[in-house]
Nanobody, 117 residues
Framework: QVQLVESGGGLVQAGGSLRLSCVSSERPFNRYAVGWFRQAPGKEREFVVG???????THYADSVKGRFTISRDNANTVYLQMNSLKPEDTAVYYC???????????WGRGTQVTVSS
């Protein structure tokens, strides 16, 4: 059972930056593709960005392209660097992992990001 813990959320003014971390209990973490999702109040959870198990390929939602960057280290952490934050980025951010070739998704409990205008 893989456990994921997100951290790094907080309150920031528009135009500011935050770096989220997703730490896995699985080490090494390089068999898992990882995605960041977010859910704003009253809205459905939406995809933000994903990275393949080997870190070679990333995919971004149009709404965050050029502002957010996903990366992973060689141990057990995936990062989400968020720059030029906007009030519409306010949401709970979740980390999801899926082992390569498998179909079960592991989710973290989320971290709150609030961007004030």
């Amino acid at each position: 059972q893989v456990q994921l813990v997100e951290s790094g959320g907080g309150l920031v003014q528009a135009g500011g930056s935050l770096r989220l971390s997703c730490v896995s209990s699985e080490r090494p973490f390089n068999r898992y593709a990882v995605g960041w999702f977010r859910q704003a109040p009253g809205k459905e959870r939406e995809f933000v960005v994903g990275i393949t198990y080997n870190g070679e390929t990333t995919h971004y939602a149009d709404s965050v392209k050029g502002r957010f960057t996903i990366s992973r280290d060689n141990a057990n952490t995936v990062y989400l660097q968020m720059n030029s934050l906007k009030p519409e980025d306010t949401a709970v951010y979740y980390c999801k992992a899926r082992e390569d070739g498998m179909y079960y998704d592991y989710w973290g409990r989320g971290t709150q990001v609030t961007v004030s205008s």
